[in-house]
Each structure stands twice: as structure tokens, then as C-alpha cells.
């Protein structure tokens, strides 16, 4: 339609409505990807503007008639170049144009004055003149499709890639196509000395022409110019014109068929990128197997996969995936199923299976060839797998009941850690049923103060001097008595309260920390894990600093903690505001450093105050006499000029060696547990205050 002209008529239209109305402008405007045309106007030089400026876009995306009587005082509108510059809007009415259900343009009037209002009754006018304009432009539309439909079937006719042949009632050939001549091996004019009974090879297949039913479809074989023989599909017509009768045929090569029969099986038996069976062939396996025996299923998860696409691409994604199904396919046997049932999800089926030992071993060999670096793009990435395993008919009879149980031992085998398996027990069902519950308890829980922080003192190395605390929050259930964060944090932090319970958290340590400030020491830093939603939105720059001055608390007396997903999703609004979060003197430690993949280069786009070595590489310290990873990141600290903390000191030889190596704090069981403020003050302060009293 956009390739059509206007005519008379719609310029007649467009212009009624201007005077009708009492504007300057009127138009009829059509869209195509980025442009709205104006197809049909009046008082407007413009020929189209940008789909991305234009009034019109949101009147579409609306769907209803939208009316601004002043857009220069409508924030949404009054920095638009239209109202700025030319031409100027400030009156706008439209009503969006739909074909068939399908968005086409508007009919809008726009006015360079304001309006006091718009009554229904002109609201209803205008919708009218739309409806008019609509049903023209429909009578264009469908005059345009009917010409384009004859001009394609025509092109169709001559260049379709299936073999056309048209023939009379003694079967001589009339009409042969050029797809015919590719088939059989005879041009259109030797193909017009011949009858069809020539093409086929058997007498059966001779009499098909014209004794099969008008638009039957069969296959029939068919004799090649080359003298041999093929099978093809041929779908047959007969109709009569002016007292004759005519046939026809059109003729597609078989195999073909046959190979989109088994592409078709294929797509819809099989994961199109690893080659597995899918989650519907999964299905029908299983239950055939469940009906014959004892089955063993496996649930695996991968670990961290979600970060491999955020950080190297989904490219790269695909290939993990490819490679973690072949690694798969090297831990089962020829008899067992595997299939990939969901974006990093793999299921496997061991028929004939009730022993927990054996299936088990056959997860620990999952778990070993996951934990293996995957080469992607000339680098390594490590991801690990979680394995649940459910037994049937001992654990579950049907097949959901089967998979939601393997489903609940890949949460236990994550929950545990990851980069491990779990068998399914029925304890597993009770916590699911409680973690559901907690999802509904969170507002009552933030209503009535049941959530509490403790705190885990951090301390100098050198001297044991206390330079800070960590908050790590609790839950006072009524009914549970006090639940750890592994209880109910994962369901927290999915759910919608998990932006106000962290601005909670945030509020309640720094007050804690201003209240301590006078025994602790004007150097004393409260670290609180950043509230990742915040951060993705950028507003925790605005929400920290309210928060301090809320609770009189100084910048250098806060720090906050974020984790490796905060860095690997390299967002623009979380970076612009971790630097403005540093610019104002509030410190940021990187959380678990050294247990991801994350670049190291990262850490000059981050305004990374503080590296936490994990407690895993603390605990190595038992067993190893030396750490490398340890040693890489206080080197890498004292590269960057960033302080280090090390996290799960338990031991007095872990303190030593941390000593040696040149880490200057540290926290863990060695100088005390998380504990409520009033243990914390009287274990923890009163030393210090003793301390600052001796240095006044």
C-alpha cells in the first residue's frame, strides 16, 4: 500500500476533518519498520518522520484513540522535536488504522495550539472519519492483493521446483514445465510427441492418470528419459473445458518426501543442537520402560551455564551444550536415554535400575566429566553439574511424580553446593513444601521484624584488632525458631520482596554501625552484600546515600559487597553506579574472588576497593602447603592497590601462613561466629574501646 498514490479521495477526506475540527493539520499516516509515512495529508510539509518520534507509534501500541490537549506540558511529550520544532504539536487526536488485526497507520489531527478539551462527542467524529479512511484503504488493500496474486500465480506456474504437466483425454502431453524437463530428461517439445502412458514404467501406473480420484495424491513410478526408473509422488486433477476434458499432474520426487518425513520425525523426536532425544521422546521412553521394570532417572543441571551465555555469548553457550551431550553420552550406556529436556537441562533413563550404588556411580561420573574445563572460543570455561537421582516404582510410580522427584535432589545437590549428586528422599518433599510456604510468610516476616542480622567480626591479622564487621541476616521464624540463610534465601531472593527486605538490611547495619562507631573507632567499615536488583537499575547510588543520611552514618564507614553475577553481566547501569557509589567514599569488595571464571580485566572497568578470598581456598590451607590461588590474588591485589580480606579462618596455622603470605584481615570461626549485637558489643567493642582509650 505504501508503494500505491493517493487520491482525490482521501485528500478530500483529510481535508473535511481539518475543517470540521477546527485544526491545521490532518492526516492519514501508514508504518512500515521505522518510518511513518504520511500517505494522505493536509497542512504538513513533511513526506514521513521516525517511527521512534512520532505521536502515532504510541497511538498503535496503544491500540485505543489517544487525545493530548497540550503535549508541550505533558512530561512525555514536551521534549520531543515535533513539539519543539517543526511542526510544533501541541493538540494531538488519533485513531489507530487496523486491518485483519494487523497495525497500519492512523488517522490523527494535530492542532499548534492547545486544547481545553476534546468532548466524547468529537471523540466518537473523529473515529468516524477513521472508520471511513479504514474502509478505503481496505478497498485499496484488497484491489493490490488481488493484482499481486495473479501476477504470483503466474511466476509460480513457471518456476515452481515440482514437475507440471497438464494433458488431454487420450493423454498427450498439452503443457510440460521446466522442473518436468529436469525430472524425466525430455525438453517441453520431445515431451510433446508423447502421452503420459509413456513416462510410467508398470500398466498399473498408466491407468493412474485418469482413474484415480480428482486431486487424489499417490505415488506412482515413472520411466526417466535415461531409461531408468524413479518414484515419485503425484498429486492428479480433472476438470473439463468447453466439453473437454483435461488432466493434470504435479510430480515431486519421493525421496524427498521421505527426507522431510525424517527431518519431521527428527525435529519432533530430537533437540535440534545436541542430537538428543527431547523432552516428548524422553517421555515416551520412560513410559514404556516404567511399564517393563525398574527404572533409575537422572536429573542434571549444569552449574553456571546461565553465565557462560551472559559472558561469552550465546554461541559460545551452544557449544558447552554441545559438548556437555557428548560428555553425557560417554558416562551411559548404549541401552540407557539421554535426552536434554530444557535449556541446560539433561535427563538420563537407566532401564532395568533399582540400585541407589549403581545409578550413584554413574552420577559421580557425570559430575567428574562436567567439572572438566570446556574449551570455548581458544579459551576455558568451567562450569560443573548438579545430579539428582529418583528411583521408580520405589520412590515414584508415574512419570511427573518421578521427575519432580529428581527434580527436588538436583535442589538438595545445589543446596549442598553444587558440582554434586543427591539421591531423593521423602524429607526433600517436606522442605519443598516448607520453602513454599516461606514464599508467602516474607510480608508478614518484614512486617513484624522477624528478619535479624548478626554480625561476624573482621580483624587485623597482625594484631587481632577489630576493623569491621560483615551483616548476615537471619530469620526469627515463629514456628522454626532461627533459620539460617540457606533455608529461605534462595526463595527470598526470587521473590518480590527481595529489593525491600535488602533495603532493610542495608538500613538496620548502618545504623547498627553508627551506633557502635564510638567504641569501634572512626575506621570501623560494616560490609553488606549489594541488593543485586538495585544494582541492575542503578538505583542503589541514590538509595545508599539516603539510607546514610538517614542514619548518620559516614560513606567510609560502609562497605558493599557484590558478587561475581553482578560482574559478569558488565552492565552499564551497575557499573555507572558502583563508580558513583566509590566516588562518594563508600568502599566495594568483590565477594568469593577466585571461585568463578570472571576476567581478571574486569577489575579495571570495576571500582573494586577490596578482594574477599573464599573460604574453599582458606580450608586447602589443611591439606596443601601451599595455595597458588591464594597467592595469585594477593599479588594481583597488591598490583591493583586493593585491600584483601580472607573469609573462614578456623585455625591457627591458616592464620600464621595468611600472615606470611601478606594478608592484612581476615574473619572466620578462629576469632568469632556471626553473632546478635549484644554478644557482638560485649565480645567484640569492649576491647576496642579499651584500645581507643589508650591511644587518646
Request: net charge negative.
Amino acid at each position: 500500500m505504501l508503494s500505491a498514490r493517493s487520491d482525490e479521495t482521501f485528500l478530500s477526506l483529510v481535508s473535511v476533518a481539518a475543517d470540521a475540527f477546527g485544526v491545521p493539520i490532518a492526516t492519514i499516516s501508514l508504518i512500515d519498520a521505522d518510518r511513518q509515512i504520511y500517505f494522505e495529508k493536509v497542512g504538513l510539509a513533511a513526506d514521513s518522520t521516525m517511527r521512534c518520534l512520532s505521536f502515532c507509534s504510541r497511538t498503535i501500541e496503544g491500540g485505543e484513540t489517544v487525545v493530548i490537549l497540550d503535549a508541550a506540558r505533558d512530561p512525555r511529550w514536551r521534549d520531543n522535536p515535533l513539539v519543539t520544532g517543526t511542526p510544533h504539536i501541541r493538540f494531538y487526536a488519533g485513531v489507530p488504522l487496523r486491518i485483519e488485526g494487523q497495525a497500519i497507520g492512523t488517522f490523527c489531527l494535530i492542532d499548534t495550539a492547545p486544547r481545553e478539551g476534546f468532548t466524547a462527542a468529537e471523540r466518537r467524529r473523529l473515529e468516524r472519519y477513521a472508520a471511513i479512511a479504514l474502509e478505503m484503504l481496505e478497498l485499496r488493500a484488497l484491489q493490490a492483493r488481488r493484482s499481486t496474486e495473479r501476477v504470483r500465480f503466474r511466476l509460480m506456474a513457471e518456476t515452481s521446483p515440482d514437475a507440471m504437466i497438464v494433458y488431454d483425454a487420450d493423454g498427450c502431453i498439452l503443457h510440460w514445465n521446466g522442473s518436468a524437463e529436469d525430472l524425466f530428461g525430455h525438453t517441453a517439445e520431445e515431451a510433446a510427441r508423447l502421452r503420459v502412458a509413456d513416462l510410467t514404467a508398470s500398466a498399473a501406473d498408466r491407468a493412474s492418470w485418469f482413474d484415480g480420484a480428482p486431486g487424489a495424491t499417490r505415488e506412482i513410478e515413472i520411466r526417466l528419459g535415461d531409461g531408468s526408473a524413479k518414484v515419485v509422488e503425484a498429486a492428479l486433477s480433472r476438470w473439463t473445458e468447453a466439453g473437454r476434458t483435461f488432466g493434470g499432474a504435479v510430480l515431486r520426487d519421493a525421496s524427498q518426501r521421505r527426507e522431510r518425513e525424517r527431518v519431521l520425525h527428527a525435529l519432533a523426536h530430537r533437540d535440534a543442537l545436541t542430537g538428543l532425544a527431547n523432552r516428548a521422546l524422553m517421555r515416551t521412553r520412560l513410559e514404556a520402560l516404567l511399564a517393563a521394570g525398574p527404572v533409575a532417572v537422572l536429573l542434571i543441571d549444569l552449574d553456571g551455564f546461565k553465565d557462560v551465555n551472559d559472558t561469552v555469548g550465546h554461541a559460545a553457550g551452544d557449544d558447552v551444550l554441545k559438548e556437555a551431550a557428548a560428555r553425557l553420552l560417554g558416562c551411559v550406556r548404549s541401552s540407557d536415554v539421554v535426552a536434554r529436556i530444557g535449556g541446560d537441562e539433561f535427563v538420563v533413563i537407566v532401564p532395568d535400575c533399582g540400585s541407589p550404588s549403581v545409578v550413584g556411580d554413574m552420577a559421580a561420573r557425570i559430575v567428574t566429566a562436567m567439572a572438566d574445563p570446556f574449551p570455548v572460543q581458544e579459551r576455558a570455561v568451567r562450569i560443573g553439574a548438579s545430579v539428582g537421582i529418583a528411583l521408580a516404582p520405589a520412590q515414584a510410580e508415574s512419570i511427573d511424580d518421578l521427575l519432580f522427584c529428581a527434580d527436588l535432589a538436583v535442589y538438595k545437590a545445589k543446596a549442598d553446593g553444587r558440582h554434586r549428586h543427591r539421591l531423593y528422599t521423602p524429607s526433600l518433599r517436606a522442605a519443598v513444601s516448607d520453602r513454599q510456604r516461606f514464599v508467602h510468610e516474607f510480608h508478614r516476616a518484614l512486617e513484624q521484624g522477624e528478619f535479624v542480622l548478626h554480625y561476624q567480626p573482621q580483624v587485623r591479622l597482625r594484631d587481632g584488632a577489630l576493623v569491621g564487621a560483615e551483616a548476615l541476616i537471619r530469620w526469627q521464624h515463629p514456628e522454626h525458631g532461627l533459620l539460617q540463610p540457606g533455608a529461605f534465601l534462595p526463595a527470598l531472593l526470587s521473590s518480590r520482596h527481595a529489593v525491600a527486605v535488602n533495603d532493610w538490611v542495608l538500613r538496620t547495619a548502618c545504623r547498627q554501625a553508627a551506633a557502635w562507631l564510638p567504641l569501634a573507632g572512626p575506621h570501623f567499615r560494616m560490609g553488606v552484600n549489594a541488593c543485586a536488583a538495585r544494582l541492575h537499575s542503578g538505583e542503589i547510588d541514590a538509595v545508599a546515600m539516603a539510607i546514610l543520611d538517614e542514619t548518620g552514618l559516614a560513606p567510609g564507614n560502609l562497605e558493599l559487597e557484590i558478587t561475581e553475577t553482578v560482574m559478569l553481566a558488565h552492565e552499564g547501569a551497575s557499573i555507572a553506579a558502583l563508580r558513583a557509589l566509590r566516588e562518594r567514599g563508600i568502599g566495594i569488595a568483590f565477594d568469593d574472588f577466585g571461585t568463578g571464571y570472571a576476567s581478571l580485566s574486569m577489575l579495571e572497568g570495576f571500582p573494586i576497593t577490596r578482594l574477599k578470598i573464599d573460604r574453599s581456598f582458606v580450608r586447602k590451607m589443611n591439606d596443601a602447603p601451599d595455595v597458588p590461588v591464594i597467592r595469585a590474588i594477593l599479588q594481583l591485589a597488591r598490583s591493583f592497590g586493593l585491600d584483601v580480606v580472607a573469609e573462614g579462618i578456623e585455625t591457627q596455622d591458616q592464620l600464621r601462613r595468611l600472615r606470611r603470605k601478606g594478608c592484612a584481615e581476615g574473619q572466620g570461626y578462629l576469632f568469632g561466629r556471626p553473632v546478635a549485637p549484644e554478644p557482638f558489643a560485649e565480645r567484640f567493642l569492649a576491647g576496642a574501646a579499651s584500645v581507643l582509650r589508650r591511644a587518646g
